[in-house]
């Protein structure tokens, strides 16, 4: 059972930054895609920033320029870095960890860390 731990969230200034970090363990073979994806009060579940094992890279259009996202393949880790925070991106913040194979496909979730950006 693959389990993902989640850290970095909290409270911050308009403006500021953040990093988030997810760790993933018990994985015994690699994780196709690894990712970030935002909840907030009243909302859907959006995708905020995946990357692939191949490091291809996809944001949401909300973020572009703002957030990076990077992946440390030995360690089964992601990070997102996030930078000229706006009070918007005020959600709970989820780790992905996804399996793409041939014949099958799976997901696993972290259990969410809060981004407050507010004054």
């Known amino acids: 059972q693959v389990q993902l731990v989640e850290s970095g969230g909290g409270l911050v200034q308009p403006g500021g930054s953040l990093r988030l970090s997810c760790a993933a363990s018990g994985s015994r073979i690699s994780i196709d895609v690894m990712g970030w994806y935002r909840q907030a009060p009243g909302k859907q579940r959006e995708l905020v920033a995946t990357i692939t094992s191949s490091d291809t890279i996809n944001y949401a259009d909300s973020v572009k320029g703002r957030f990076t996202i990077s992946r440390d393949n030995p360690k089964n880790t992601v990070y997102l870095q996030m930078n000229s925070l706006k009070p918007e991106d005020t959600a709970v913040y989820y780790c992905?960890?996804?399996?793409?194979?041939?014949?099958?496909?799976?997901?696993?979730w972290g259990q969410g860390t809060q981004v407050t950006v507010s004054s």
């Open positions: 992905n960890a996804g399996y793409r194979k041939v014949f099958w496909t799976n997901d696993y």
